[in-house]
């Protein structure tokens, strides 16, 4: 039991750590001259080569790739992960300041796509209606294959310039919330709709519930009592793809309500090449990645009684 | 097969599947095709978007670049049938003219991950364990940054433009490639004449290019078909955020980002290049699952 916790806290650090070496090669040494990425582009005219030299000798530049690194790594792991270069501000300053209105619109997004996902996977099953079925079950793929801006531009045009309901962007009040959530929600909702709807049908063919059925379990009841907690379980292993989708659309829903947040503050930290705040981000997300997994990793065996027999045995 | 529990009411018919039993023939995929409709209008749509890409004079005689100012803002109609942008171009002739930016984008970001992630996948799978577990492992760290924070940190390293776009959507999918590869590889190590070109005294890459490439490169080749459509929907997204073609240049996700300033007056200047990108996509998400299909 130890050990297979010890080697999945293990891993979750190796997954932080080489983020950040990949980070590292491509956003320090990939360039041909960093110091002039970490200059505002506007200001790359009146900086004098002496401040650059300055600047190239506290980051290191002038040293070997590998010294530079160990540097870099040994400040990060010390807190210090280099300042904005737009704001002057320390990176985790800055995305301490965004973090937590993307969380808040993350997790409300999470939760109604799972909703979703249920809804569809659950009625596919229980339906018997074959076209209703069939017409729920080519829903998951589709929603992947819409861009994540056309359904934030269709929902800001039909829901706040033609029907006026809600604002078209900002961040303040509920109604803010809104279509940002729905926008994010549909892409996220795709793959846990897809891997519920597949396991529901695989799980409705088992033995067991074909017991149950003998038994005189209704549909309805047999559903939700036997066939759904077996079915869903297998969801959690998707939460790195959920989590991805969950960044990647928050970086393009912030930018077309104009929210401030974390992906907002990716978006124009690439914009502008602000390479410190870009390696954050990486870091920050593959840790959440890595914190993540290792929540599913130890949970798992809690819910599945096979699982933790094994990892006991073992 | 279908086909055998049909019943066989006319001669042409047996025959069609006596031919058809030990091989799929062309004929009878198409066959096959026209049952479904959908697919067939799925590769009509890449069929005309690859069309346009390649010959976009053909279908448009407008100019992309330049338009009539007193024509700006113009409704779709026949004349201009996806309407006109506030210089007056014709957004039809953009969205000809686009496609070729995007789906060459695309083509070099799926050709990337198939060359690069198809050879790290196939020497890992053939490699010792250790090494194996050792790219493997790195290959898992590709994943466990969301794609398109990856591809937004390579293109900050290497700068905007259509080809940097296509290599860092490229380098992303390189760790789905690697994994299709090395484990098909993993199999077909197993096999009897594998073995026994070794037997024979082959070296190494001997059996490697002949023997071991050619018998797994077939599911990684599905599976580009499938990275096509995805690819196409990040060179859009990073298109729409600006990394891409710069402005005067036609781009499908450049032309939604640019129409979004007119969305509330003039809806279909973001919309319409939108819903394209949103029909390819779908049309060729639409064909690799058909081609996955025929292969169980």
């Known amino acids: ?314 | 097969m279908t086909a055998l529990t049909e019943p066989i009411d006319s001669p042409e018919a047996a025959d069609e599947v006596a031919v058809a039993r030990p091989v799929a023939s062309p004929l009878r995929r198409a066959l096959t095709a026209v049952r479904s409709p959908t697919l067939v209008i799925a590769w009509l749509i890449v069929l005309t978007v690859i069309a346009w890409a390649v010959a976009p004079q053909l279908f448009t005689h407008s100019n992309p670049l330049v338009g009539n100012p007193e024509q700006a803002f113009e409704a779709p109609s026949w004349h201009h049938l996806f309407g006109t942008d506030q210089l007056g171009r014709d957004m039809f002739s953009r969205v000809v003219y686009g496609s070729r930016n995007t789906l060459t984008a695309t083509l070099y970001a799926v050709l990337v991950g198939f060359v690069a992630g198809g050879t790290i996948g196939l020497l890992s799978g053939y490699a010792d364990g250790t090494t194996d577990a050792v790219v493997m492992r790195f290959i898992d760290v590709l994943l466990s940054v969301p794609t398109l924070l990856l591809a937004m940190t390579v293109v900050a390293a290497l700068g905007y433009g259509v080809l940097n776009v296509a290599l860092a959507v490229g380098i992303v999918s390189i760790a789905s490639f690697a994994r299709v590869m090395r484990s098909q590889v993993l199999k077909v190590v197993q096999s009897e004449y594998v073995e026994a070109a070794r037997g024979l005294g082959s070296r190494w890459p001997r059996v490697l290019v002949l023997h071991v490439l050619p018998n797994s490169v077939r599911s990684v080749l599905s599976l580009a078909a499938l990275e096509f459509g995805t690819a196409v929907l990040a060179v859009a997204t990073l298109g729409f955020l600006g990394y891409g073609a710069p402005p005067p240049q036609p781009e499908w996700g450049l032309a939604v980002s640019e129409g979004r300033a007119f969305l509330d007056t003039y809806p279909w200047l973001a919309l319409i290049p939108g819903a394209v990108i949103a029909v390819v996509v779908l049309a060729s998400n639409r064909i690799s699952t058909a081609s996955r299909g025929r292969r169980r």
């Open chain 1, 1 to 314: 039991m130890l050990r297979y916790l010890a080697g999945k806290v293990a891993r979750a650090a190796f997954v932080v750590w080489a983020a950040y070496t990949l980070s590292f090669v491509l956003l320090y040494l990939l360039p041909v001259n960093a110091v002039d990425l970490l200059f505002n582009p506007n200001e790359q005219q009146v900086i004098t080569p002496a401040v650059k030299a300055k600047i190239a000798d506290y980051y290191g530049f002038n040293k070997p790739a590998v010294v530079q690194y160990f540097d870099r790594l040994w400040a990060a792991l010390h807190g210090d992960m280099g300042a904005s270069v737009q704001s002057g501000q320390p990176v985790w300053a800055e995305i301490g300041s965004v973090i937590w209105p993307t969380i808040a619109l993350a997790l409300c997004a999470l939760l109604l796509a799972v909703l979703i996902a249920f809804t569809i996977a659950f009625t596919a099953s229980y339906t018997r209606q074959r076209w209703l079925a069939n017409l729920l079950q080519s829903l998951p793929p589709a929603t992947v294959s819409v861009p994540v801006f056309l359904i934030g531009l269709i929902l800001i045009q039909v829901f706040a310039f033609r029907l006026g309901w809600f604002p078209p962007m900002g961040t303040t009040g509920a109604a803010a919330l809104v279509l940002p959530l729905i926008t994010l929600a549909i892409p996220v909702s795709g793959p846990i709709a897809q891997l519920l709807t597949d396991s529901f049908l695989t799980e409705r063919n088992s033995p067991y519930v074909v017991t149950a059925i003998a038994k005189g379990g209704t549909r309805r009841w047999v559903l939700v009592r036997e066939v759904f907690r077996n079915a869903s379980l297998p969801a959690l292993t998707i939460a790195g793809i959920i989590l991805g989708n969950l960044l990647a659309g928050a970086v393009v829903v912030e930018t077309i309500y104009s929210r401030a947040g974390l992906g907002r503050l990716t978006e124009t930290a690439v914009g502008t090449k602000d390479i410190p705040i870009i390696q954050g981000v990486v870091v920050v997300t593959a840790t959440v990645f890595a914190v993540a997994n290792l929540a599913v990793d130890l949970i798992y065996p809690l819910l599945d009684p096979r699982l933790k027999a094994r990892i006991v045995t073992s």
